[in-house]
């Protein structure tokens, strides 16, 4: 079976400072990796994802993850951060045939003026 | 890239009534959609696969005669909340994978408050 662990709640940080939201996940078998954003009241949004080859993934709004195997993690970073990035970040694995996503608790990140 | 539209975006019913909410595949076929429920500052929880022509799928714990699960079409699924109660109050949103992608790539609707009074 798969697990994710997104191992902050909650981030604050202040605008224009860098920022990392941790992944970590479990499986036995080869996975597919996501990063979603919701913004409030919205759905999801896709970052990014890793599928296979280049394991620094880059994706939307200026946002990057990188995929370590031996450490089994998925780290999303951004370098800058806007007041817009406010938003809930979820991290989601995928295994298998079924299409299923196991989906991370989330986590809030709040950036602050 | 794919859309999927949830209708409608907001509810408020009355205790007892039931609700129906529908997810379609805007530009694309979808034989399998994904129903998830939402609280407040938590993550989604899935709560059945729906699939095309076939009965929905289930997840451990969900009631299958309070969340009637309608897969009619390769563009449209429904849920229907039977007999709602204020517990049943929630973010409820639906996904589908595109089935050109082959990871598993799914795409999100906007989502339906739910607020059962």
């Known amino acids: 079976a798969q697990s994710v662990t997104q191992l902050d709640s909650q981030v604050p940080v202040f605008e224009e400072a860098p920022v990392e939201l941790r992944c970590n996940y479990s499986s036995s078998v080869s996975v597919y990796l996501f990063w979603y954003v919701q913004y409030p009241n919205q759905g999801l949004q896709l970052l990014l994802k890793?599928?296979?080859?280049s394991t620094l993934v880059k994706g939307i709004n200026g946002f990057e993850a990188e995929f370590n195997k031996s450490q089994t993690s998925f780290h999303l970073r951004k370098p800058s951060v806007h007041i817009s990035d406010t938003a809930e970040y979820f991290c989601a694995v995928s295994a298998g045939n079924n299409r299923k996503l196991i989906w991370g608790l989330g986590t809030s990140l709040a950036v602050n003026p | 890239g794919a859309v999927v539209s949830q209708h409608p975006s907001r509810v408020i019913c009355k205790s007892g009534t039931s609700v129906k909410i529908e997810c379609r595949s805007l530009d694309f076929q979808a034989t399998t959609m994904f129903w998830y429920r939402q609280f407040p500052k938590q993550s989604l929880m899935l709560m059945a696969t729906s699939n095309e022509g076939s009965k929905a799928t289930y997840e451990q714990g969900v009631e299958k005669d309070k969340f009637l699960i309608n897969h009619a079409s390769l563009t449209l699924s429904t849920l229907t909340v039977t007999s709602a109660h204020p517990e049943d109050s929630s973010f409820y949103i639906c996904?589908?994978?595109?089935?050109?992608?082959?990871?598993?790539?799914?795409?999100f609707g906007p989502g339906t408050r739910l607020t059962v009074l």
């Open positions: 996904s589908a994978p595109w089935t050109e992608t082959p990871y598993n790539e799914q795409f």
């Open positions: 890793y599928l296979s080859g």
